[in-house]
């Protein structure tokens, strides 16, 4: 099974800038659809971004549309979001997830998971 672990996460200024990564081991994540997904105190989990097996495809959630970007380094085996023009309504803690490519897109339900990372942004 893959394991992945998060970093990047911090104190931001509102307007600022943050790149969170995922860092994965036990697999190569060419097998895997990759997502983040956030969590802020008190709130359900939020989905954030999702990228296929290849990293030809991405896909937004509306509200961080434009401003955050996700991309994969397979040979490195890690998944990044670069996320820019942070708002306070961006504070949560951020989560790493994969799913099987078998699937044929990203299944929630059978997703692996990370620890989290928190971000917090200031205004």
């Known amino acids: 099974q893959v394991q992945l672990v998060e970093s990047g996460g911090g104190l931001v200024q509102a307007g600022g800038s943050l790149r969170l990564s995922c860092a994965a081991s036990g697999r190569t994540i060419s097998n895997y659809y990759m997502a983040w997904f956030r969590q802020a105190p008190g709130k359900e989990r939020e989905f954030v971004a999702t990228?296929?097996?290849?990293?030809?495809?991405?896909n937004y959630a509306d509200s961080v549309k434009g401003r955050f970007t996700l991309s994969r380094d397979n040979a490195k085996n890690t998944l990044y979001l670069q996320m820019n023009n942070l708002k306070p309504e961006d504070t949560a803690i951020y989560y790493c997830?994969?799913?099987?490519?078998?699937?044929?897109?990203?299944?929630?339900?059978?997703?692996?998971w990370g620890q989290g990372t928190q971000v917090t942004v200031s205004s």
């Open positions: 997830a994969a799913s099987s490519r078998l699937f044929g897109r990203f299944k929630i339900d059978a997703a692996t």
């Open positions: 990228i296929n097996w290849s990293g030809d495809t991405t």
